[in-house]
């Protein structure tokens, strides 16, 4: 059975809740975006039903279409829509139309108690500056994305709620 996820903004002005089958934050993505946008450290994102997403305080969101590949000449704009509060700039969840069933909340916006993972895996080590560190632990690294999806990692370790 999935469980219910209740966040916020830092200032209060939104507050959620969603439903997760996927609710462990193991998964720390240290991508240019993902620094720039949650904090030096990177971000963790949890996944949840889109459907399911109930919303106080909507008036105060607003959206980034995050950049890629900023000054090359592959640049573009993301599907992906990153929703923020535009009174204090909480980072609350990313959505992408290419997956409307799904919606990605940071769990740095989540009020809920989380479960710890026992091990920690870093993504995106190809755009994370030298400055950057790692958090201490057990941990799997990878330059680019790891071989599991947020549910796949969940069923592998049987932490998936359905």
């Not at 990177?42 to 000054?71: C, F, M, P, Q």
């Amino acid at each position: 059975m999935p469980v219910e996820l209740k966040g916020s903004f830092h200032c209060g002005a939104v507050r959620f809740s969603l439903q997760s089958g996927t609710p462990v934050p193991y998964q720390l993505c240290l991508c240019s975006i993902c620094r720039k946008l949650g904090g030096v450290g990177g971000s963790i994102n949890l996944s949840g039903h889109s459907d399911t997403l109930k919303v106080e305080g909507k008036e105060n969101i607003n959206v980034y279409n995050a950049v890629l590949n900023r000054d090359t000449p592959q640049q573009e704009v993301a599907s992906s829509e990153r929703n923020f509060c535009n009174k204090c700039g909480t980072m609350l969840w990313l959505y992408d139309a290419s997956w409307p069933e799904l919606i990605h909340p940071f769990a740095s916006a989540i009020d809920s108690e989380l479960e710890v993972p026992d091990e920690l895996t870093c993504i995106k080590l190809n755009s994370k500056p030298d400055y950057v560190r790692l958090p201490e632990g057990k941990k799997k690294v990878y330059e680019d994305y790891g071989p599991d999806s947020l549910e796949g990692w969940h069923k592998k370790h049987k932490l998936y709620k359905d």
